[in-house]
T-cell receptor, first 113, second 110 residues
Framework: KAGVTQTPRYLIKTRGQQVTLSCSPISGHRSVSWYQQTPGQGLQFLFEYFSETQRNKGNFPGRFSGRQFSNSRSEMNVSTLELGDSALYLC????????????FGPGTRLTVL | TQLLEQSPQFLSIQEGENLTVYCNSSSVFSSLQWYRQEPGEGPVLLVTVVTGGEVKKLKRLTFQFGDARKDSSLHITAAQPGDTGLYLCAGAFGNEKLTFGTGTRLTIIP
């Protein structure tokens, strides 16, 4: 079974631009969560989607948004990029009903200049 | 806000030595997970513990969940260079989102 895939793997943007990241979960997994990882703040939860609905949300500004499609694929969007948005963005999927065991993708490394 | 503190933050030891990493919280978790993350990759789940006092072994790794389900430890016996990585604990309340710990960066020197 293929793992979680994320595209692109690397991205360089400038302040003020917007960016869209994509995540394809493991087949059969309907829950997709997004995390931001930085050296200073560690791994922080952004939001979780299940059956195209946002189920949980972390403490991030409204510039961070996401959505999920009927095939469970998910996208994350960041508008008006700031230097502090530079981070590794990780997507994780899980098969709900079997605890909180999450399977992570390799991440998208976003650099904001 | 539930916080998970891990200690030590950094650990560098010689191959063959033993080590213990700790994960502590003031909150009670319904389950706790340990992940290992290598450079350029996402975290990989090592184990999930759900019962207070539970001990799980994975080859040279021993995981323990505290009786009160507020803390956990990871013990590695005879560490090997392949154990190098960032170790993360993560706690959950029921089916809610995971809260990740601050992480322990482990380096095993050959």
């Amino acid at each position: 079974k293929a793992g979680v895939t994320q595209t692109p793997r690397y991205l360089i943007k400038t302040r003020g631009q917007q960016v869209t990241l994509s995540c394809s979960p493991i087949s059969g997994h309907r829950s997709v969560s997004w995390y931001q990882q930085t050296p200073g703040q560690g791994l922080q939860f952004l939001f979780e989607y299940f059956s195209e609905t946002q189920r949980n949300k972390g403490n991030f500004p409204g510039r961070f948004s996401g959505r999920q499609f009927s095939n469970s694929r998910s996208e994350m969007n960041v508008s008006t990029l700031e230097l502090g948005d530079s981070a590794l963005y990780l997507c994780a999927s899980r098969f709900t009903g079997q605890g909180n065991e999450q399977f992570f993708g390799p991440g998208t490394r976003l650099t904001v200049l | 806000t539930q916080l998970l503190e891990q200690s030590p933050q950094f650990l560098s030891i010689q191959e063959g030595e033993n080590l213990t990493v700790y994960c502590n919280s003031s909150s009670v978790f319904s389950s706790l997970q340990w992940y290992r993350q290598e450079p350029g990759e996402g975290p990989v789940l090592l184990v999930t513990v759900v019962t207070g006092g539970e001990v799980k072994k994975l080859k040279r790794l021993t995981f323990q969940f505290g009786d009160a389900r507020k803390d956990s430890s990871l013990h590695i016996t005879a560490a090997q260079p392949g154990d190098t990585g960032l170790y993360l604990c993560a706690g959950a309340f029921g089916n809610e989102k995971l809260t990740f710990g601050t992480g322990t960066r482990l380096t095993i020197i050959p």
